[in-house]
């Protein structure tokens, strides 16, 4: 290399190294290769597809460095920037600060599908190589086969080989072995890229609209000359018909399905330059079927306009602190503040991005911000295809659509300049991520507002108790004694429920069929209160004779909301029919193979159709299941009517036993209650009642745009009843839902979790928010067998405040967060004792770094032993800086580092 060569610094997509790796740029792609750019790069044996972190010239290498022979960038993937500057930074940031792989934590930031895979080419090294068969009369062998395809259809990928050979045994160890003979080569190649830009044909109207009459009155004339030609002929008028209503402008798909044309008929119409043929590039837009009405911004209650001003002063430079948490009850109008802090980022000339907690709530929210900002939106989320995400991404970065709404990725947006960032519900688990990189989403946020001078906005009813602490001032008192606190965010409250603005009410009733009186707090809004909560001791209602899963209050209440013809939710954060199934004569318990848990028994209601694609066991001895789970595994296709059991660790599923599977016995005994209990239960009860579940089974069998209508179907008062597990206490607004009833809420309060009060207040108090959101007003009946929990006491006053008082006094005794910080590592083996073993000795490595303000609990075998056949042993470190624990730290192969973890089960 010359002296003034360029040295690219290359963060791998991939695991297999934890930064970067420097590689030396080609002449010819001097002029192109700049930071952000993506990179196809030899690894070892392989090509790789990366991210240029960086460049510099030769000279400023040190000596240890210049010692080494550099390999050359191999293919540039697109000419322009896949990343920002803002954006290298924050995967700079997020690698550090979350134990993750450089490049791994760059891929968050790319669209699926953009950068091609590695693979190898096999080809045969000498295409007269004839291989030896048994006979002329005999099959041929598996090598035979293997040539015979390299022969006929030259170099092949391994996906190739695999369908030219489908259905023939062992031929990747035969290919492996031609390999080591020298028959066959193989060389690293990139496979396609998975999306590219959708080309498809343009037509366009050629003529006058004069010129159009008389070619339609000459097709017509020759159609009753010729009666044969009739069909083809009045196919191509009604083509040019249909060209002159689109303003002579539309795609061909739109042409062949609303005239019934083909593409002869436009090769016709062109060859007469009646039209004009084109390719053209065409937009996957997820948001095209999604209907809004565009509406104005409502005046601003005297909460809203107080908070807003706040927030106004910051995004105008105004105010040094630019991180706020917006604590507003539900229904306090906290979205309008959103709206206007994205209209002024737009003003400013900057975008906005706005985060939802759950995919099912980002048609809800875009189709607000549509209303608001047409053609400016963008959607983007994991369940998106291919290329809708990748032509989404491509308009973003090109500056088109400057207001991005989605779930957590849509942080990594690439918006050339952002304004503002929203967190919605900022206290839900789902901003945390569960695989590689286990980023929090809210600490990223924060970290990246503040690197791009973007002001941060989390809102939510129950902040999580880490945004508590970070928005209270330099120290305050609880329970007596004074403690330190954060002093990041800056706190706004909104404490009044909006009923609606007087002047739109009355359009409201008389749409809806409402007549309820309004009192008037200010000339322009009406307040409401929030529901009334009463809770149902269910041991008080067992020792009355009532064993139905419904109180007395709620079965009236119930009634009552039915007849009145309003809506209610019915809600229980458990799936499925049964969460046990037991023998009862042997009390043998059907088990996951994989993961060691309880299977839930399902059982689909009779209206649903289609198929259920499941695992199922194939074992010699039936009591096997009882055991370690050792067997293979058959994909097999059951009906969606049958009964199933299924595992909701590792969605492992088999068919619903008709007897023990232990002792033969047919008492087989269904325990624990889940939705499609409710659901089953509540159409028994109330036969005329319209039920509609809403939980994660219905919505994978569904697919999301049909999530989207099931809820729709509910918005649009076709259905009475909602059930429905977490995803139904998360940012809905339904204006009719006059009772809420939360079937059982014990679920998850005595798991051992510091967090699990903490969840279980946040459920209640959303999934209480839900009811009399509208010009009715609401009704919440929460049952539980521990009426005296902090968490169900708290939620019944909807005393936010009391609670997160209650709770940060008893994580401060317990020096748990948001007072440190944790960072779980967790072990996992076929072979416990290996597990237990290696976690063991992390566990010595680690406390000769501990410091004074640091230490650690455990290993200890984790709550959920087995996930995926393996045994899981864990360990937690605390400390105030989790960088600086694991920096230079050595860990084991296959080791999971989680900095601050939300699940630690």
């Known amino acids: 290399?010359?002296?003034?060569?360029?040295?690219?610094?290359?963060?791998?997509?991939?695991?297999?190294?934890?930064?970067?790796?420097?590689?030396?740029?080609?002449?010819?792609?001097?002029?192109?290769?700049?930071?952000?750019?993506?990179?196809?790069?030899?690894?070892?044996?392989?090509?790789?597809?990366?991210?240029?972190?960086?460049?510099?010239?030769?000279?400023?290498?040190?000596?240890?460095?210049?010692?080494?022979?550099?390999?050359?960038?191999?293919?540039?993937?697109?000419?322009?920037?896949?990343?920002?500057?803002?954006?290298?930074?924050?995967?700079?940031?997020?690698?550090?600060?979350?134990?993750?792989?450089?490049?791994?934590?760059?891929?968050?930031?790319?669209?699926?599908?953009?950068?091609?895979?590695?693979?190898?080419?096999?080809?045969?090294?000498?295409?007269?190589?004839?291989?030896?068969?048994?006979?002329?009369?005999?099959?041929?062998?598996?090598?035979?086969?293997?040539?015979?395809?390299?022969?006929?259809?030259?170099?092949?990928?391994?996906?190739?080989?695999?369908?030219?050979?489908?259905?023939?045994?062992?031929?990747?160890?035969?290919?492996?072995?031609?390999?080591?003979?020298?028959?066959?080569?193989?060389?690293?190649?990139?496979?396609?890229?998975?999306?590219?830009?959708?080309?498809?044909?343009?037509?366009?109207?050629?003529?006058?609209?004069?010129?159009?009459?008389?070619?339609?009155?000459?097709?017509?004339?020759e159609a009753t000359k010729n009666p044969r030609r009739a069909n083809a002929l009045g196919r191509r008028g009604s083509v040019l018909g249909y060209l002159l209503q689109r303003n002579g402008l539309a795609w061909a798909e739109w042409v062949y399905a609303e005239t019934g044309a083909t593409r002869t008929d436009l090769d016709w119409l062109s060859q007469r330059d009646y039209i004009l043929l084109g390719d053209a590039e065409r937009w996957r837009d997820p948001l095209a079927d999604i209907d809004y009405v565009v509406s104005s911004p409502p005046p601003l209650t005297d909460d809203q306009a107080r908070a807003w001003e706040t927030i106004r002063r910051a995004m105008d430079q105004k105010m040094d602190q630019r991180q706020f948490l917006l604590r507003g009850v539900?229904?306090?109008?906290?979205?309008?503040?959103?709206?206007?802090?994205?209209?002024?980022?737009?003003?400013?000339?900057?975008?906005?991005?706005?985060?939802?907690?759950?995919?099912?709530?980002?048609?809800?929210?875009?189709?607000?911000?549509?209303?608001?900002?047409?053609?400016?939106?963008?959607?983007?989320?994991?369940?998106?295809?291919?290329?809708?995400?990748?032509?989404?991404w491509r308009r973003i970065r090109a500056g088109e659509l400057a207001v991005v709404v989605g779930a957590r990725s849509a942080l990594f947006a690439p918006l050339p300049k952002v304004g503002v960032i929203i967190l919605d519900e900022e206290h839900d688990q789902s901003y945390k991520q569960s695989s590689p990189p286990y980023y929090d989403t809210r600490r990223a946020a924060m970290h990246y507002a503040a690197s791009c001078d973007a002001t941060l906005i989390m809102g939510s009813a129950t902040p999580s108790l880490e945004a508590w602490h970070m928005s209270q001032p330099a120290s305050i008192t609880l329970q007596g004694r004074r403690v330190g606190t954060d002093g990041r965010l800056v706190m706004i409250e909104l404490p009044n429920r909006v009923r609606g603005h007087v002047n739109r009410i009355a359009d409201q009733q008389a749409r809806l069929g409402i007549h309820t009186s309004v009192q008037r707090e200010t000339d322009a809004v009406a307040y409401q209160p929030l529901p009334d909560v009463q809770v149902i001791d269910m041991r008080a209602e067992l020792r009355g004779g009532n064993t139905s899963m419904f109180s007395g209050a709620l079965t009236l209440a119930l009634g009552e909301t039915l007849q009145r013809g309003e809506q209610a939710i019915l809600f229980l954060n458990r799936r499925g029919t049964a969460s046990c199934v037991i023998c009862r004569d042997c009390g043998h318990v059907l088990r996951c193979p994989n993961d060691d848990v309880p299977l839930t028994y399902h059982q689909a209601p009779a209206e649903e159709t289609g198929s259920l694609e499941t695992n199922r066991p194939v074992r010699a001895n039936p009591k096997s299941r009882a055991g370690s789970g050792a067997g293979r595994t058959r994909r097999m296709v059951v009906s969606a009517n049958t009964s199933v059991v299924k595992c909701h660790q590792c969605n492992h599923v088999e068919l619903a036993p008709s007897k023990c599977p232990s002792c033969g016995s047919v008492r087989i005994r269904y325990i624990g209650i889940g939705t499609q209990k409710v659901e089953q239960s509540l159409r028994e009860q109330f036969p005329g009642a319209r039920v509609v579940r809403w939980d994660k089974d219905a919505s994978m069998a569904s697919g999301h745009s049909s999530a989207d209508q099931l809820l729709q179907r509910f918005v649009n008062r076709q259905a009475d009843v909602l059930v429905g597990t977490q995803m139904i206490a998360k940012g809905l607004d339904l204006p009719l839902v006059t009772l809420v009833g939360v079937v059982l809420a014990d679920v998850g309060m005595f798991l051992p979790d510091f967090r699990a009060s903490e969840r279980v207040f946040n459920l209640i108090e959303q999934v209480a928010g839900r009811a009399g959101?509208?010009?009715?007003?609401?009704?919440?009946?929460?049952?539980?067998?521990?009426?005296?929990?902090?968490?169900?006491?708290?939620?019944?006053?909807?005393?936010?405040?009391?609670?997160?008082?209650?709770?940060?006094?008893?994580?401060m005794m317990l020096n748990l967060p948001p007072y440190t910080r944790l960072v779980r590592f967790e072990i996992s083996h076929e072979d416990n004792a290996i597990a237990q073993h290696a976690c063991e000795m992390l566990?010595?490595?680690?406390?000769?770094?501990?410091?004074?303000?640091?230490?650690?609990?455990?290993?200890?075998?984790?709550?959920?032993?087995?996930?995926?056949?393996?045994?899981?042993?864990?360990?937690?470190?605390?400390?105030?800086?989790?960088?600086?624990?694991?920096?230079?730290?050595?860990?084991?192969?296959?080791?999971v580092v989680d900095v601050d973890p939300l699940n630690v089960l």
Request: proline share 6%; aromatic share 6%; hydrophobic share 40%.
């Open 773 to 811: 959101r509208g010009l009715l007003s609401g009704r919440v009946i929460v049952q539980t067998y521990n009426p005296e929990h902090p968490a169900i006491s708290f939620a019944a006053r909807h005393d936010v405040l009391g609670f997160a008082q209650y709770e940060l006094a008893q994580r």
């Open 330 to 392: 539900t229904g306090s109008g906290k979205t309008e503040i959103y709206m206007r802090a994205v209209e002024m980022a737009l003003q400013q000339g900057r975008g906005a991005l706005v985060l939802v907690p759950e995919i099912s709530l980002t048609p809800q929210t875009a189709r607000r911000f549509l209303s608001r900002f047409p053609g400016k939106v963008a959607l983007i989320h994991s369940r998106l295809k291919p290329g809708e995400r990748y032509d989404t």
């Open 843 to 895: 566990a010595r490595q680690l406390r000769r770094r501990v410091s004074l303000e640091s230490d650690l609990i455990g290993p200890a075998q984790a709550y959920f032993v087995r996930h995926s056949r393996r045994y899981r042993w864990h360990l937690f470190a605390r400390t105030q800086s989790p960088q600086h624990l694991l920096s230079g730290i050595e860990l084991p192969r296959g080791c």
């Open 1 to 221: 290399m010359s002296v003034d060569s360029l040295v690219a610094e290359v963060a791998p997509l991939s695991d297999a190294i934890r930064g970067t790796l420097s590689y030396c740029v080609p002449e010819g792609m001097r002029e192109q290769i700049a930071a952000g750019v993506a990179v196809v790069v030899p690894l070892r044996s392989r090509l790789v597809a990366g991210i240029v972190m960086a460049v510099r010239s030769y000279e400023h290498l040190t000596q240890a460095e210049r010692r080494y022979d550099l390999k050359p960038i191999h293919t540039l993937l697109d000419a322009k920037p896949v990343l920002n500057e803002a954006q290298l930074e924050l995967a700079r940031w997020l690698s550090a600060e979350y134990c993750a792989s450089l490049g791994r934590c760059c891929a968050l930031m790319v669209p699926p599908g953009f950068t091609p895979s590695s693979a190898y080419l096999y080809a045969l090294a000498d295409e007269r190589y004839l291989p030896s068969d048994d006979g002329p009369d005999a099959p041929p062998n598996v090598r035979a086969q293997v040539i015979a395809v390299l022969r006929r259809r030259g170099a092949l990928v391994e996906s190739k080989l695999k369908t030219a050979l489908r259905g023939v045994k062992g031929w990747r160890n035969v290919l492996k072995a031609l390999v080591q003979e020298g028959v066959v080569t193989r060389t690293s190649t990139v496979a396609p890229v998975v999306v590219k830009p959708l080309k498809t044909t343009l037509v366009q109207l050629a003529i006058s609209e004069a010129t159009l009459d008389i070619v339609l009155r000459n097709l017509d004339d």
